[in-house]
Structures are given as structure tokens and as C-alpha cells.
């Protein structure tokens, strides 16, 4: 007995079509028999196709079906192209949402997480996406960030985890450390509270080693992720070259080195500013006057509210204190008064800077505010502009950026940008003061977090002020219960006030210890986990090289662009360093990446208190799983945004039912030889089957949704006026409707598949070949415009010639009518789609 037997099928009744009685036939059988799992042993060729995970944050969204939508298009793409695709699903399930919601409720963060991981997880079932069940991951299992914690052994050994104390970004409300990119205009990106800097000693992953790698590679997915994310991404790393420069203090033995992607221009120094929030500042303010102190430190508590977006913005008003102390310029001794001022940051560069406010704005700006010194040493003026004294900076506030010869700078005088540049590094180099240098606006990985909801990072604080690594077969370091523990953010993890769990002994002595009680950025955890994928249930390993091998990197990656720096940084980063391990063969985790745009309404982004939500609960249970996936499919290009007032379910489940119908009304029988069918109707199911595959894979679903309907069409008016469903070529239409349809609208496709005779499931079917006879035209449609209106249409022979297709327009009585008698001047063909006639 086939399978079909026990699926029972039925014609739509008079309703027409029922998507939620198929809709539950169709995810119990998918449920049962499990069709979309990946074989490790399976020899077909290979695709792995993955959807950024989400965050249980509670119900799926639109955001969530337009993203699982596009990656279950792709994946069921690829089975119905012969592959065995690896599709899986887990939970990004640490952070902070769990940890307040579970604060507010006074709960175990636990419980909030994955009960909404269950919601998450029915809905993606009722939504029909050809997950892998077998390889769900949850970040906040033990069974993974154990391996968050090897992750972050590993790195230790390697000198790429460190810890350093250094100003950091704050969230009051919060009370936790927050990365620059989780900082947006200078609130936090969680909670909107308005971020200050604070001094902490925190975990550092050096990502700063990488950082010619990271933007090198870049070049090597060029045309596979959209140019926008490649730009962004080397926005961010930022490589600048120039040189290092030496500076003396007087009075301090050490040299304070600044970078410059100009030391052409160190003549025109004038002044030198250290950032306020430095360890430079702290020490040079230590030997001024009392009453200098005492407006340093008021100045540093001003500027450690200021995120350090607002401190780079150009249109802010200059501010500083000078320090009473000076450095010598380098190449002319000049004594260079000492500033600290909020436009210089601790963490870039060396954090001070060499200012030459004649060729540089900030610079320039703050001279001008505290009535320093101005020397102009580029003359930028061409042959026929005004004078280098008209465009004095000092007069007209305007700094001369731009490229021209040198001025007052000694042995450098005359030489242009470039000569200039080598020759002031040739001078330093030659002095001892000074050698070529690059730098990057990229900072290393600050990985701290002082929350309770995240993995435990696995060192241990000795009491002679050691720290070392919790042994490997202690791992993992688990979370302790929440029963007693006071959650509220207070400025430190509350981890350090659980005794029981931070008290530990020293693995080399045996004598008294403390864990160290931070918890990792859940941008670890989201670093790696596509390699957890390959084996999600492994106790001995974070994964298996072999399965690396096999199936990694992703071919397919699919989520928001809001993720082109945080994310996907962080994630080629960790993969270098597991080549760099020896533990993977590539470099670049995600071959190729694709970015959706937003579900809108009424032109804004849906949120609670715009009060603009459509629920995706409330859409499927109107309209069932398939119309709400043809809507979305089709309402505009992947990258769009699209407002839903445009997405339309009702057109979506009348498609559908028409779809359905073609399979009721079928009367030939499976096997029979279409050859035999309806040539019109072949050719354009054929013509779908050539085109499917290369809209597909450029991702232009919306157009695979019309051509679908205009199969669907062009096949009803086959039945209705030809041979009707006995006809082979409507039965062959009808096959290639479902398995096309099969991408889009599952359940629906699915149902066509069994009312058609075949057991499932359409989504293992593999397509069949287009028939490339089919695909020649022999026919086409010739217009013919008379003084550029269309005044007829000719089918002609595919292959007509010039003069052939002029002829007939001119005989053609429609023609003849629409000329009524005016001679023809001019004629121009293009053979054999157009004949334009030109009338006196």
C-alpha cells in the first residue's frame, strides 16, 4: 500500500479552500516522519542555508516571518535541486530582556526564556518552516556555554583574552558595561537610558590582532554580501596609516607617542591635547597647581557623562583645561602646551594627539576657542585662486585639509602630500623619534558583562592576586539557582554576591579563591553557534572538525542588515581564530549573506507604543500559514521594507485556492506523456522551470510568485477551454505548480502533491529539467506604432526578417485604417518585435 492511502485529500468545498485543516494534516505527517533532517551520511551534494537565530523575546513577529520566510525559500530551493540541506534553528537565550523581565516578575529569567522559547517554537511549526528539528541549540543550556567557556580558554592561551582597566561605557539603569556598538546616539540600545563612561577592569577579547585580516577578507565576498555591510564593516575597522610620533614631557623620563596620518604636518603643531579620561591626564594634573586640579577634575566628571559619539561631534562648542605642562616637538623643539579636552578619546590611537589646528577643523576650532597659536605649513592655493593670506584659517575659521606643497617645514619645504609624508618619516626614523605606523579605528572586543543572565566566564581570582583558568574538566561553570539571589542591577554582577557558588580554591594550591563574576556579551555566544549546529549534543567537543569540513561555512545566511557590525564581525573574527586553531579550513564563516528589509506600517517601523502592531499569531489564524507566506513573498523585493497596508492575504488565499483547484479538476493519469499536451500550456510551465532556478537564486521571490500565477492561469484556461483536466500538459502544469509552490505555500503544495497521485512529500521532489525545445520561440508579438502610438499587434514568425515584418505591417488593414491615407516618411524596424511608422 502507498503512503498516499492513509492521506486523505478532498476536493475545497463550496467555500473554496480551507488552509487550516491543511495546514494541521500537513505539520502532523511533517512532524512524524521528519522529512527535512539533514544525513550526515547523506552523498548528495551539500547546502547549508541558516536564518540569523532569534531572541525569545516572546511571540514571533513579522520581522520573524519575513526572515524564516526567505531562508525556508532557500532551503527548500536546494532539495528540489538535488542537495542535502542542513536548515536549523536555535535560541540566542541569554541577555539582558530575560534577566529584567525576570526582575520585574521576581522570577528565575529561566522561566521567562524558555517558556517563550515553546511559543517561538509552535509558532515556527504553524508557519511551516522545513526546520531540522533534530539540531535545536539554546545558548543558555549548560550543554553550549560550556563551550563559550572553552571558546574563551582557548583565546586566553592564545593572549587574545585579557583584562585591562580602562573607561567604559555605562548603562545607569542597567548597571552593566555596553560594547560602542551597543550604544545608540548615546543611549542604551536595550533600554534607552542615556550611557556615561566609568572606569572598570574588564575581559577584553584582542580583536585588534585581527584587524588587517578582517578588512582584507572583505575582499573576498565582494558580489556574495550586499556592498552596503562590506562598507560598513570597513568603516568600522578603519585602518588609517601614518606614523608614530615621540614626544618628550618635560619633566617625565617616558616619551608619550601620538599617531598621525600627517606628520608631514608636525611644523605646524601648536599645541598638544591628551584625552581627560586617560591615565596621561591623571598623572600630568598630579604636579600642577591646586586650583588647575580642581578644574581638571570638575572637567573630567563633565566629560565622563558625555558618550564618546557626542565628544567626536563637530558642531559641539570646544571645551578643555590646559594641564601647566609641556612637550617638545620633535623636529624643532618647540615647547607644546599640554590640554586635556573631550575631543580626544582614551581608547583611540594613544589618546593624545599632536594639533595642528591650520590643516585640521577640531583642531582648528578649539585654537580659536582658547586663543593658541595657528601656523600654516600646506600652501593649498592653485595658480589661480586667491592668496594663501586670504584663506588664512585664523581669519576665516576654515582649515586647509586639503593637498598642496609645503611651507615653513624646514628641509620639507616645496615637497607635495606624499613625498612629504616619507620624508618627515625618513627625518623621525633617522632621529630616533618616530617610524611609520597604521592604526585602526576598530577596539578590541570588550566581552564583561556585569549581569547574571550569561555565561559565567570560567577564570579564577586567587588570593596572592592571581588568575587562572578553571580547570577544563570542571567545565562547565554552571549559573547557580536564583532563590536568594537579588537580581537588581547594582553596579556589580550579582554572581559576586553569591557566596556559595563564587567561593572556589585554587586548582595549583588548594588554598581559598573567587570566581571571577562576570558573564560573557552574548555576542559570544551568537560568534559560533553556526558551528554548533554540526553537532548540538556533543559532550566531548564544541564540534567536530570533520563536520566542519563537510558542511561549513554557510552557504546561505539570512537576517537584518542591523546586524553588519556587531554580529558579523564578531563571528569572522572567532572563525579566523579557530583556523588560525586548526579547527576549520576556512576563514569567512558566511559565503554568502542576505539582508531583508523591514515589515512597516504606515510608513514607520510596528512597535508596542507606536501602537502600529499586526500580530503574527492574530495573521495566521486568520488567513492560515500559506497566505500570509505568499503575501510577504510577494509584496516587493527582499531588500524593501514592506508596509503591510501593501501585503495582501486576501489576494494571497484566493491564488492559493485557485492553485488547488487545478489539482481537483486533473483527470489524466500520473506518468502519462505530457509530449502529447497542449504545446502553449508546455511551454509556459517550461519556461518557469528554465527561469525558476536564476530568479531564485537572486533572490527575486516576488518574482517566482508571478510567474507562478500566470502558470496558474494560463493552466485554468487550458482546462477550461481546451481539452479540460484529461489534457497530459494540464496534469504536468499542475505538478510544477506544486513543486514550485512548494518554496512559497507548503501545506497548500503539499495537498496538490497527494490529490495529484504522488506520495510525499513535494518537498523531497526534485524538479524536472526544463525541455529546452519548449523554450524556443516560434511565435512572437510584433507591434506596430504609427508617430509613436500603437496602433497593432502581428504574431509573426520568431525568425522573420526586416523587410518580411514591414511588409505585413504595411498590409495589415489596422494599419491601413489608422494611416487613412497619410503617407509613410520614415519606418524604422527592429525585427521581430517592433515596426515604427513615421506620417507626413
Known amino acids: 500500500m502507498s503512503q498516499t492511502t492513509s492521506i486523505e485529500t478532498a476536493a475545497p468545498d463550496e467555500g473554496g479552500y480551507d488552509p487550516h485543516a491543511i495546514q494541521a494534516k500537513w505539520q502532523r505527517l511533517w512532524e512524524e516522519r521528519d522529512p527535512f533532517r539533514a544525513h550526515d551520511d547523506d552523498t548528495r551534494p551539500r547546502k547549508y542555508v541558516l536564518a540569523m537565530f532569534p531572541y525569545p523575546s516572546g511571540d514571533l513577529h513579522m520581522g520573524h516571518a519575513e526572515n524564516y520566510l526567505y531562508s525556508d525559500i532557500v532551503a527548500r530551493y536546494w532539495r528540489h535541486r538535488g542537495h542535502n540541506v542542513l536548515n536549523p534553528i536555535g535560541w540566542d537565550s ?7 523581565a525576570a526582575i520585574l516578575r521576581g522570577a528565575d529569567p529561566r ?79 536595550r533600554c534607552g537610558a542615556e550611557v556615561v563612561k566609568k572606569k572598570l577592569t574588564q575581559w577584553y577579547f584582542r580583536i585588534t590582532d585581527y584587524a588587517d585580516r578582517l578588512l582584507d577578507d572583505l575582499d573576498t565576498l565582494e558580489g556574495h554580501w550586499p556592498s552596503k555591510v562590506l562598507q560598513m564593516q570597513r568603516n568600522w575597522i578603519g585602518r588609517s596609516t601614518g606614523a608614530d610620533i615621540d614626544f618628550q614631557i618635560e619633566g617625565r623620563a617616558e616619551k608619550v607617542t601620538v599617531f598621525s596620518t600627517r606628520p608631514d604636518t608636525l611644523y605646524g603643531a601648536t599645541f598638544f591635547v591628551v584625552a581627560p579620561d586617560s591615565d596621561l591626564a591623571a598623572e600630568l594634573v598630579t604636579e600642577a597647581p591646586a586650583d588647575v586640579r580642581m578644574q581638571f577634575e570638575a572637567y573630567l566628571d563633565q566629560v565622563q557623562k558625555q558618550t564618546d559619539i557626542q565628544r567626536q561631534s563637530t558642531d559641539r562648542p570646544k571645551t578643555g583645561v590646559f594641564l601647566g605642562r609641556y612637550a617638545i616637538n620633535p623636529v624643532n623643539g618647540e615647547r607644546l602646551p599640554i590640554w586635556a579636552a573631550d575631543y580626544v578619546l582614551a581608547d583611540y590611537g594613544h589618546g593624545a594627539v599632536m594639533a595642528v589646528p591650520a590643516h585640521d577643523q577640531r583642531d582648528l576650532d578649539f585654537a580659536r576657542a582658547f586663543g593658541l597659536p595657528i601656523r600654516v605649513v600646506v600652501d593649498t592655493t592653485a595658480d589661480d585662486e586667491a592668496s594663501l593670506d586670504d584663506l588664512d584659517p585664523a581669519v ?19 615637497l607635495g602630500k606624499k613625498d612629504a609624508i616619507a620624508g618627515m618619516i625618513a627625518e623621525l626614523e633617522r632621529r630616533g623619534t618616530g617610524r611609520a605606523a597604521t592604526t585602526f579605528r576598530l577596539r578590541d572586543w570588550l566581552i564583561s558583562r556585569q549581569r547574571f543572565w550569561g555565561t559565567p566566564i570560567p577564570m579564577i581570582h586567587t588570593d596572592d592576586g592571581r588568575i587562572v583558568p578553571v580547570p577544563e574538566d570542571q567545565l562547565p561553570v554552571r549559573l547557580p539557582e536564583v532563590t536568594g539571589l537579588d537580581l537588581k542591577p547594582k553596579g556589580s554582577s550579582p554572581l559576586g554576591a553569591a557566596t556559595e557558588w563564587v567561593t572556589t580554591v585554587d586548582p595549583a594550591t588548594g588554598g581559598p579563591a573567587r570566581r571571577d563574576p562576570d558573564t560573557m556579551d552574548t555576542f559570544v555566544d551568537s560568534s559560533w553557534y553556526f558551528l554548533r549546529f554540526l553537532s548540538p549534543g556533543s559532550a566531548l567537543e564544541a564540534f567536530p572538525p570533520a563536520q566542519a569540513a563537510k558542511w561549513a561555512p554557510v552557504d546561505f545566511y539570512i537576517g537584518g542588515v542591523e546586524h553588519a557590525i556587531l554580529h ?3 563571528a569572522r573574527f572567532i572563525t579566523k581564530v579557530l583556523h588560525d586553531m586548526g579547527l576549520v579550513e576556512f576563514e569567512e564563516p558566511f559565503s554568502s549573506l542576505i539582508n531583508q528589509g523591514m515589515v512597516i506600517l504606515d510608513g514607520a517601523k510596528m512597535s508596542k507604543s507606536k501602537g502600529n502592531l499586526v500580530l503574527f499569531q492574530e495573521e495566521l489564524d486568520a488567513h492560515g500559514a500559506d497566505a500570509l507566506r505568499v503575501a510577504l513573498a510577494f509584496a516587493g523585493p527582499v531588500e524593501d521594507d514592506k508596509d503591510w497596508n501593501d501585503v495582501s492575504t486576501t489576494g494571497a488565499t484566493k491564488f492559493l485556492a485557485r492553485a488547488l483547484r487545478l489539482a481537483h479538476d486533473v483527470t489524466a493519469p500520473a506518468g502519462v506523456d505530457s509530449a502529447r499536451g497542449d504545446a502553449a500550456l508546455r511551454r509556459v510551465t517550461h519556461r518557469l522551470l528554465a527561469d525558476a532556478p536564476g530568479l531564485i537564486e537572486q533572490t527575486k521571490f516576488n518574482v517566482v510568485v508571478a510567474r507562478l500565477m500566470e502558470l496558474v492561469n ?50 523531497l521532489a526534485v524538479w524536472p529539467d526544463a525541455d529546452t525545445a519548449l523554450l524556443v520561440e516560434q511565435t512572437v508579438t510584433a507591434i506596430v506604432q504609427i508617430d509613436g502610438k500603437v496602433r497593432a499587434t502581428l504574431e509573426v514568425p520568431a525568425d522573420i526578417d526586416g523587410d518580411a515584418l514591414e511588409a505585413l505591417a504595411r498590409a495589415d488593414e489596422r494599419v491601413l485604417r489608422s494611416l487613412d491615407g497619410r503617407a509613410i516618411t520614415r519606418a524604422i524596424v527592429r525585427a521581430p518585435k517592433v515596426v515604427s511608422f513615421s506620417t507626413k
Open 111 to 189: 522561566e521567562w526564556t524558555y517558556a517563550n522559547i515553546d511559543q517561538q517554537k509552535a509558532g515556527f511549526r504553524q508557519y511551516g518552516v522545513s526546520f531540522d528539528w533534530s539540531r535545536v541549540l539554546h545558548t543558555s543550556d549548560p550543554e553550549y556555554y560550556r563551550w563559550n567557556q572553552w571558546l574563551f580558554q582557548r583565546l586566553y592561551e592564545r593572549g587574545l583574552a585579557y583584562r585591562k582597566s580602562s573607561p567604559v561605557n555605562w548603562c545607569p539603569n542597567d548597571q552593566t558595561v555596553l560594547a560602542n556598538e551597543q550604544v545608540v546616539d548615546g543611549h542604551c540600545e
Open 568 to 570: 558579523l564581525l564578531y
Open 396 to 414: 576665516t575659521g576654515v582649515a586647509l585639509a586639503g593637498e598642496g606643497r609645503m611651507v615653513n617645514s624646514g628641509s620639507l619645504d616645496g
Open 714 to 763: 494560463a493552466t485554468r484556461k487550458a482546462i477550461d477551454t481546451g481539452a479540460g483536466g484529461a489534457d497530459p500538459a494540464v496534469r504536468e502544469a499542475a505538478e510544477v505548480v506544486a513543486q514550485v509552490l512548494d518554496m512559497i505555500a507548503p501545506h497548500t503544495a503539499e495537498e496538490m502533491w497527494a490529490v495529484l497521485g504522488h506520495e510525499p512529500f513535494v518537498g
Open 94 to 100: 541569554f541577555g539582558l530582556p530575560a534577566e529584567n
